[in-house]
């Protein structure tokens, strides 16, 4: 095992990762920016080095700095978090070359997933349905035309390089399709240096599930069951819940297959999760994409396997096999994630920094509190607005949803607005109750 760790990330993901590297002995180094000097969780790490500005473009997106860090602080190894650059394939290349081992698949199947284009070509060879779409790139306009002609509208661009929604149009015809493809083109090169597009027909009213994979270095793999994560805003997950409260066990069995033929062909090891499209009628999947990183809603697969995804993330580059055998992994009640932000939803759920003068965290039986805020914190302006997730884990859906109402009642942060309210207006809904939701629900049902 590793004696000493870098993590290359922020706030509640970083908190999550000192835990885990405590639990098995291993001595952590955090870096940070100077926005984030004071943060309560780099108390908790045995040291701590600043790598730059607030900006993240000069601090945690800055590899030459992240590694020259681990080297002066003796890190063999460097867990990446979420996000910055936890999905860069030349980050985990320029760590293998400076003999620090990254905490994440190997470069090659990252750089095989991280391309949504060949990510969808793996899956037809494995065999696993995708959305009906492109074959590969689509260069024109008159190409995504004649794509949209065989598959029929409506259609969505999606950037091969794509995350966070970034890069994704729909069209509904000809005359939309040819301004979203400039648009998409634009918006996809703006965000990830790269304009390649790709096509696919734009479902109606899917609901997302993905499921959790974990393989080790010696070809062994397992899947941790499902997550339904159907309710977002502009394609982004706001609750995820394990397990779907709608798959039948049949279901279940095809959609975990499918996830470890994925893994299998990619090569894949580490944690990660294979993302699929449920068509509304319950019947057919399609995957869409893969995550080869640690996912921010991993603590609801957490609860309900009493699997730690990130203590075996770290095993697995040790390079110790997988001791876990999938007949003993088993789904053990339901687990809800609501992620708490600091946003306002009643401005269009514009982010809201600043300090947190009070904050009052729930608890009580079958609760968990992932975050690294406090009273007294200020939130920078820089970085996403996630202050924390709350995640709670009772034997049925129903008690769970319970539980986490009365948690969203008792939250208390301020003055910042934050979306707890918004999560209780979702947990109130009868459609969420009885599980009748689809990725759209919320902006229908909710933000009229
Ligand atoms: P990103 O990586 O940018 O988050 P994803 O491919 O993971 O993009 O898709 C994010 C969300 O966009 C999905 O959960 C779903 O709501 C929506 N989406 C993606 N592809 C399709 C599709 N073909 N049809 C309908 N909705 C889609």
């Known amino acids: 095992m590793f004696t000493r760790v870098l993590i290359a990330n922020r706030g509640e993901i970083a908190l999550r990762v000192i835990r885990a590297c405590k639990e098995l ?33 000069e601090s945690y997106l800055r590899s030459d700095r992240i ?66 779409g492109s074959e590969g790139l689509v260069e024109d306009e008159e190409k995504a035309i004649a794509v949209a002609a065989t598959v029929g509208y409506p259609v969505l661009i999606k950037a091969v390089a794509g995350g966070g929604g970034r890069g994704m149009r729909v069209a509904q015809n000809d005359t939309m399709l040819r301004g979203a493809f400039k648009q998409a083109r634009q918006e996809a090169e703006n965000a990830f240096n790269d304009a390649s597009v790709y ?72 944690a990660g999760t294979f993302e699929f499209l449920l068509d509304h009628k319950g019947q057919n999947f399609y995957f869409i994409e893969a995550n080869a990183r640690i996912q921010v809603e991993h603590p609801v697969t957490e609860l309900v396997t009493g699997v730690d995804l990130v203590a075996w993330q770290l095993r697995i580059a040790a ?30 759920f514009q982010p809201r920094p600043g ?16 975050s690294h805020a406090y009273a007294g914190y200020e939130i920078p302006r820089y970085y996403d607005s996630l202050i924390g997730k709350l995640i709670v884990h009772r034997m049925t ?40 939701f689809d990725t759209g629900f919320v902006e229908r049902e909710l933000l009229k």
């Open 397 to 436: 859906r129903g008690e769970a949803i319970t539980c986490m109402r009365r948690c969203l009642e008792e939250i208390q942060i301020e003055p910042i607005p934050t979306t707890a309210a918004f999560h209780r207006k979702v947990l109130d809904h009868q459609c969420f109750r009885e599980g009748q």
């Open 67 to 132: 590694i020259a860090a681990a080297e002066l602080a003796g890190a063999d190894a460097i867990h990446p978090g979420y996000g910055f650059l936890a999905e860069n394939a030349m980050f985990a290349e320029q760590c293998r070359q400076s003999g620090i081992e990254f905490i994440g698949p190997s470069a090659e199947a990252m750089r095989l997933l991280g391309d949504k284009a060949q990510a969808r070509k793996l899956a037809k060879r494995a065999k696993v349905p995708t959305v009906p």
């Open 199 to 270: 096509i696919e027909k734009y479902l109606e009213r899917p609901r997302h599930i993905e499921v959790q994979v974990l393989g080790d270095k010696h070809g062994n793999y397992v899947h941790l069951f499902e997550r339904e994560c159907s309710i977002q805003r502009r394609h982004q997950k706001l609750i995820e819940e394990s397990p779907s409260p709608i798959i039948t066990s049949k279901l279940r069995k095809d959609l975990c297959y499918a996830a470890i033929k994925l893994a299998r062909a990619a090569e894949y090891y580490s």
């Open 319 to 348: 390079g110790e096999k997988l001791a876990l055998d999938q007949r003993d992994i088993q789904l053990n009640g339901h687990a809800i994630e609501c992620r708490i932000n600091a946003e306002d939803p009643t401005r269009n």
């Open 355 to 370: 300090k947190i003068t009070h904050l009052i965290a729930p608890g009580g039986f079958g609760v968990r509190w992932d």
């Open 25 to 57: 002995g291993i001595q952590t180094v955090v870096v940070h920016s100077e926005a984030d000097k004071d943060a309560g969780y780099l108390k908790l790490a045995d040291r701590k080095v600043c790598i730059g500005p607030a900006s993240s473009s």
